[in-house]
């Protein structure tokens, strides 16, 4: 195919044409989807319905979890029904659509993850200036500039991209359209603008990188200083799990865009993509949970209080 205009849709040959294998690969991304549903629903209904939680921290993560969800929602099921209708075709503005969806929950997560570290240096290193920074004006104002940066990278990305020329085919060694995937079809004379945007990415991923390790060496510094235990344990349950998903994003992300396709296995290739696009999504309420008392105690409640319900009902009927 000479070019985009005549691509009318790409074929994800990311997963076996075997039939049993499909309907292998059609239940563990089933089931992998719904603990990343069940994970972040039970989180957002626990900080939503717990007013001890309602702080600019947990406000952050409420949106971090919905862009988690978003993100895992734009790859999983397309992949689940081609397996499952044992195809493996995509249109070209579904493609379109879920190259765009994608760079936005992932762009506008790890914009929010920058400001999540923000967050808790202000917390740990200027408590008395917490609340004044902090404001729920403040918080509002940030979250929404993660949302549309994300917007606008998308956007940008997706432009670009999608102008470039085809001259590689249409077949994409992928369960979804990623980046490099579609990079490896493009003319070699057509896509240096995207090569450059990719470069551009990088940067200033690597700049936020640096601005949360640079704070959470403020933060480790001022917690080595609180003299109670207890108050370390909270301080430190806060901030490890937010630099576990930071570092898991991060790097599997960067690995993924750096790594030379054309040298790269299929298998190597489809195992960094489920990596970076499945497990943070999937891993993050699991992380944020078992490290986190006032998390833990807020799912406690939840579930007792459901399972509680449940045995008045019952009770009830009888």
């Known amino acids: 195919m000479s070019n985009q205009t005549t691509v009318t849709g790409f074929l994800l040959l990311g997963f076996s044409n075997i039939r049993e294998l499909q309907i292998l690969h059609f239940i563990v991304f089933l089931v992998l989807y719904l603990i990343s549903l069940l994970g972040n629903l039970?989180?957002?209904t626990a900080i939503a319905l717990d007013r001890h939680l309602h702080n600019p921290m947990y406000f952050f993560l409420i949106n971090l979890y919905i862009l988690d969800f978003g993100?895992?929602?734009?790859?999983?099921?397309?992949?689940?029904v081609n397996s499952l209708m044992n195809t493996s075709l995509i249109s070209y503005y579904g493609c379109v659509a879920q190259f765009?969806?994608?760079?936005?929950f992932a762009s506008a997560s790890f914009a929010l993850l920058t400001i999540m570290?923000?967050?808790?240096?202000i917390a740990i290193c200027q408590p008395l200036h917490y609340e004044?920074?902090?404001?729920?004006r403040a918080c509002v104002q940030m979250a929404a500039s993660a949302w549309i940066s994300g917007i606008l990278y998308s956007a940008l990305h997706t432009g670009n991209t999608f102008a470039i020329s085809f001259c590689g085919g249409n077949m994409v060694d992928q369960f979804f359209c990623e980046i490099p995937q579609l990079l490896h079809l493009a003319c070699s004379d057509s896509y240096l603008g995207e090569v450059v945007l990719i470069s551009l990415c990088v940067l200033l991923s690597l700049i936020c990188f640096a601005f949360i390790i640079v704070s959470y060496v403020q933060i480790f510094k001022t917690v080595l200083k609180i003299p109670h235990q207890e108050g370390r344990h909270k301080a430190f349950s806060t901030c490890l799990p937010h630099l576990i998903v930071v570092s898991l994003f991060l790097f599997n992300g960067l690995f993924s865009f750096l790594k030379p396709t054309s040298n790269s296995s299929s298998y190597l290739n489809l195992l960094v993509a489920v990596l970076y696009s499945i497990m943070p999504p999937m891993m993050n309420p699991i992380i944020y949970s078992m490290r986190n008392k006032e998390m833990k105690g807020a799912l406690s409640k939840l579930i007792g209080w459901r399972l509680f319900s449940k045995n008045k009902i019952s009770i009830f009927l009888h």
Request: charged share 15%; glycine share 0%.
């Open 117 to 121: 570290a923000y967050d808790r240096y």
């Open 100 to 104: 765009f969806f994608f760079l936005f």
């Open 132 to 136: 004044m920074v902090m404001n729920r």
């Open 71 to 80: 993100s895992i929602s734009v790859t999983i099921p397309k992949s689940m």
């Open 42 to 44: 039970l989180i957002i």
